[in-house]
């Protein structure tokens, strides 16, 4: 038996919020988790978080439900530059059905692409 697994785009207001979020210049650490609506088949906003830390923002995320996190910290070079890297993470942990794995696993590449991430996307099959 098969299904037929849709790769889902992200939605307009998170384009937008996306937008924004790479041209913040706080310095903290903050993140923006999305999640996929499986009525609308979009990639939606779950959650925003400022002035977290990763072990706090790892507290946060559901256990059992992939998530995409846009994590943005400040980096300070040896140069005196200072940057702002956004880091994409798709988070998957053991025990997601195999439906909503494909649908995450298959939509991952389109929504590096929607939010114009250009720095190496990762993996994450578990959270400890």
Known sequence: MSSNVSVCEMSQEVIDLLKKFKLRKE???????????????????????NDISVSDLQEELPSQQPRYVCLSYVQNH?????????????????????ELQMMYAGSKTKAVKDGDFTKVDFVLLKLQ
């Open 27 to 49: 310095k903290n650490i903050a993140a923006i988790v999305l999640k996929i609506d499986r009525a609308s088949l979009k990639i939606v906003l779950d959650e925003e978080y």
């Open 78 to 98: 040896s140069d005196g530059r200072v940057s702002y890297p956004l880091i994409f993470v798709f988070i998957s942990p053991p025990g997601v059905s195999p």
